[in-house]
Nanobody, 119 residues
Framework: QVQLVESGGGLVQPGGSLRLTCAAS????????LDWYRQAPGEEREFIAK???????YYADSVKGRFTISRDNAKNTVYLQMNSLKPEDTAVYYC?????????????WGQGTQVTVSS
């Protein structure tokens, strides 16, 4: 069993930055891929970024060049550095992971952290 806890959300002005953290408990963290998703009010949850167990990274076009995903396996933690934030980045942000050794996620989800970009 894996538990994920997101933190680091908050209110930020347009153009500002935030770093989200997803702390994981459970086994085999280093073998798992992790994704960040977000969900804005009235919209579907959308993929934002992925980091694989060999540190390959992938981004949605909407955040490419502004967001950076990274991981610290010694701390069982994945980060999402968000720069040049826009009002349309406002959403609840979730991390998710799957089974060890697989690129797919979605088996485990955190509770989410709210990010609001507003002046």
């Amino acid at each position: 069993q894996v538990q994920l806890v997101e933190s680091g959300g908050g209110l930020v002005q347009p153009g500002g930055s935030l770093r989200l953290t997803c702390a994981a408990s459970g086994s085999s963290f280093s073998l798992r891929a992790l994704d960040w998703y977000r969900q804005a009010p009235g919209e579907e949850r959308e993929f934002i970024a992925k980091i694989t167990n060999i540190r390959g990274t992938y981004y949605a076009d909407s955040v490419k060049g502004r967001f950076t995903i990274s991981r610290d396996n010694a701390k069982n933690t994945v980060y999402l550095q968000m720069n040049s934030l826009k009002p349309e980045d406002t959403a609840v942000y979730y991390c998710t992971t799957g089974q060890p050794g697989r690129a797919t996620t979605g088996d485990y989800w955190g509770q989410g952290t709210q990010v609001t970009v507003s002046s």
